[in-house]
């Protein structure tokens, strides 16, 4: 979500990075009429799930203050995301959107906040590894692209990185690769990364991503073993500059058994994105994929850094500024 800064309709300057507000989701609703009455019934059930709701208008109007009344007479906010009609934006508590409603009512906008809400429940956090997950950061279409273009093009099998350069090795690993080099998949793969990752891993290491290297499709497969043993991705010179490896999922846990990421340093914990989804850790961190002992894994995988290694730039894309 863009960083947000209008007027309220009591004259201050409503900012969305106020960290006063900051770590609650948030509903934005724009271009549709909302009465005073039922804007205070909504801000009433979001309470519930810890929701911030912003009525977001042209022009001054009377307005109830239990809401939070912005003025956009630019419209500014419904350009940024296309809107041709009204549109209630959810945007969860890290600001990253999470659902769009067009057409929006009271009770649809709050089953959307409530359906983000429920998503998680506390409790208390085990011994966990120093890593990052991301869910919603590719769409299904993206996923099932990626998916048909592993399925029609070359694999490269059990390839990974040493001293010497790249070699085959069927004891480390057992998967077999796809580069994607189709000019239009992996910019809108890029665009994806940039927009969903790459601020993500700012604001959780303060590390801002400049490479990212050429991502490979993967698929682990039972029929074969479907592993990649411990190790870690920045052990050679080829491979130092490496600061965080990504592991995208693209397919829905119950099409395969295994294939979870595990880092043994941090205990006996295994990590399973959901298809979409994505774990980013450091390439210093030791970890392994288990084996898949049913179906198929699918994901995307690649390294992003803040500078371009100083041997060689082969594989490597550097991001738009």
């Excluded at 201050?12 to 934005?28: I, N, T």
């Excluded at 005073?36 to 059930?45: E, G, I, K, Q």
Aim: hydrophobic letters at 45%; proline letters at 6%; charged letters at 20%.
């Amino acid at each position: 979500m863009p960083r947000v800064t209008l007027p309220v309709l009591s004259g201050s300057l409503f900012d969305s990075w106020d960290p006063a507000s900051s770590g609650l989701a948030r509903v934005f609703w724009l271009g549709a009429p909302l009465e005073p009455c039922d804007a205070a019934r909504l801000v009433h059930m979001l309470e519930a799930w810890e929701t911030l709701l912003h009525v977001v208008t042209p022009s001054q109007l009377s307005a109830n203050a239990d809401a939070s009344w912005l003025i956009d007479r630019g419209n500014e906010l419904s350009h940024a995301f296309g809107a041709t009609g009204p549109l209630a934006i959810v945007v969860d508590a890290a600001d990253r959107v999470a659902a769009l409603v067009t057409a929006p009512t009271v009770d649809s906008v709050a089953a959307a906040a409530s359906r983000l809400y429920r998503a998680s429940t506390p409790s208390i956090a085990p011994l966990h590894a120093p890593v990052l997950l991301l869910e919603r950061v590719a769409e299904p279409a993206l996923c099932g692209a990626l998916l048909d273009y592993w399925q029609d093009h070359d694999k490269l099998a059990n390839e990974v990185g040493s001293a010497a350069g790249n070699l085959v090795n069927a004891e480390v690993k057992r998967r077999l690769d796809v580069q994607v080099e189709a000019p239009d998949l992996f910019v809108e793969l890029r665009d994806c990364l940039v927009r969903r990752v790459v601020p993500a891993i700012e604001r959780a290491f303060q590390t801002r991503i400049a490479v990212i290297e050429a991502p490979r499709i993967g698929c682990y497969d039972a029929s074969s073993g479907g592993w990649f043993r411990r190790h870690r991705d920045n052990t050679s010179r080829q491979t130092a500059h490496r600061q965080f490896a990504l592991s995208l999922n693209l397919n829905a846990g119950e099409e395969y058994d295994g294939g979870e990421l595990r880092f043994p340093e941090f205990g006996r914990e295994l990590y399973r994105p959901a298809a979409g989804a994505a774990l980013v850790f450091s390439s210093s961190l030791l970890h392994e994929v288990m084996p898949v002992i049913r179906g198929r894994r699918f994901g995307v995988f690649t390294f992003l850094s803040a500078s371009s290694p100083a041997s060689s730039m082969a594989g490597v894309r550097t991001l738009p500024r």
